[in-house]
């Protein structure tokens, strides 16, 4: 990975990123996409499906499709200082995200059958909220939990480009099944975190500083309810990781450690990940994901 120590000018993009979940046999379960090589963001990582904020998203018809007043998606989000409609449009990128990357609708009441339709849709160009209303479908927005917000820093950067991105729980509705696009992505995986971080830390997949720790949050919990409980809870953190230069090279600092701006902690796991063996990974090793 190659760092760029010029900072980057543009301002940080809004997007909007679903973390499915499913109770299994063996524990709780994450979903997650591989992105394409050529992708200029994480190209070959395994990320969450999610994507940059449409000007669409926030249009006044496709927020009718929500199923809920937008005061409530506003107060969900804990970000005051947003208006309501771009608010609620973050709920509605989310969703749209996660059906265009996941082939999964998070939309009261649809199955397999609405899926197979909405994709018909947009494979005829239409756009997310003409899809939801030729379906007659609201999109079930108290299952879709805002969990944490993610800003990537100025410098030094690891891509060209920065992104304001809002983190969503949702459970993968029954009847539907989610699977990558083959085309921004190209694998995917249901596996528990835990399982997700041992084949990090063994050199199978590649993940980002944000799944890393996400992956360690969510590794905390044991079924579906509980992870959802959590994040009900308490307001979404926000996590602006902090560059440093550690002694063994770059390194980066999240809320709560000492070279980190933000006294309060926001996360479990390490305070900080120090970029070796070609990856960011915890100072004191693997099991300090889970301290």
């Given at each position: 990975?190659?760092?760029?120590?010029?900072?980057?000018?543009?301002?940080p993009r809004a997007a909007a990123t679903v973390v499915l979940l499913r109770d299994a046999a063996?524990?709780?379960?994450?979903?997650?996409?591989?992105?394409h090589g050529l992708s200029d963001v994480f190209g070959g990582a395994y990320v969450f499906p999610g994507g940059?904020?449409?000007?669409?998203?926030?249009?006044?018809?496709?927020?009718?499709?929500?199923?809920?007043?937008?005061?409530?998606?506003?107060?969900?989000?804990?970000?005051?200082?947003l208006d309501t409609s771009t608010a609620a449009g973050l709920f509605v990128a989310a969703c749209r995200e996660t059906f265009e990357e996941a082939g999964v609708l998070l939309a009261e009441g649809a199955g397999a059958r609405h899926v197979d339709v909405a994709k018909t849709g947009a494979r005829e160009g239409l756009y997310f909220g003409d899809i939801l209303a030729r379906l007659g479908l609201r999109l079930d927005?108290?299952?879709?939990?805002?969990?944490?917000?993610?800003?990537?820093?100025?410098?030094?950067a690891m891509i060209n480009k920065r992104f304001d991105a809002r983190f969503f729980l949702a459970a993968v509705p029954?009847?539907?099944?989610?699977?990558?696009?083959?085309?921004?992505?190209?694998?995917s995986f249901w596996l528990r975190p835990r399982v997700v971080l041992e084949q990090y830390w063994t050199g199978e997949i590649n993940l980002a500083p944000a799944q890393i720790m996400s992956m360690a949050a969510l590794a905390r919990h044991p079924h579906l309810a509980d992870v959802l409980a959590a994040a009900r809870g308490r307001r979404p953190?926000?996590?602006?990781?902090?560059?440093?230069?550690?002694?063994?090279?770059?390194?980066i600092a999240f809320p709560g450690d000492a070279r980190h701006p933000v006294v309060e902690r926001a996360l479990p796991g390490p305070s900080f990940l120090v970029y070796r063996n070609e990856r960011f990974e915890p100072f004191d090793g693997f099991d300090a994901l889970f301290a």
């Amino acid at each position: 990975m190659e760092f760029n120590d010029q900072p980057v000018a543009m301002p940080p993009r809004a997007a909007a990123t679903v973390v499915l979940l499913r109770d299994a046999a063996d524990g709780m379960e994450v979903f997650m996409v591989k992105r394409h090589g050529l992708s200029d963001v994480f190209g070959g990582a395994y990320v969450f499906p999610g994507g940059k904020v449409d000007r669409a998203d926030a249009d006044p018809d496709v927020l009718q499709q929500l199923s809920a007043p937008l005061e409530g998606l506003h107060a969900a989000l804990g970000e005051p200082e947003l208006d309501t409609s771009t608010a609620a449009g973050l709920f509605v990128a989310a969703c749209r995200e996660t059906f265009e990357e996941a082939g999964v609708l998070l939309a009261e009441g649809a199955g397999a059958r609405h899926v197979d339709v909405a994709k018909t849709g947009a494979r005829e160009g239409l756009y997310f909220g003409d899809i939801l209303a030729r379906l007659g479908l609201r999109l079930d927005w108290s299952n879709v939990v805002p969990w944490s917000r993610w800003i990537t820093p100025r410098v030094p950067a690891m891509i060209n480009k920065r992104f304001d991105a809002r983190f969503f729980l949702a459970a993968v509705p029954n009847d539907q099944e989610a699977r990558h696009d083959s085309h921004e992505t190209t694998g995917s995986f249901w596996l528990r975190p835990r399982v997700v971080l041992e084949q990090y830390w063994t050199g199978e997949i590649n993940l980002a500083p944000a799944q890393i720790m996400s992956m360690a949050a969510l590794a905390r919990h044991p079924h579906l309810a509980d992870v959802l409980a959590a994040a009900r809870g308490r307001r979404p953190p926000v996590i602006q990781p902090e560059p440093f230069t550690h002694e063994q090279g770059r390194a980066i600092a999240f809320p709560g450690d000492a070279r980190h701006p933000v006294v309060e902690r926001a996360l479990p796991g390490p305070s900080f990940l120090v970029y070796r063996n070609e990856r960011f990974e915890p100072f004191d090793g693997f099991d300090a994901l889970f301290a």
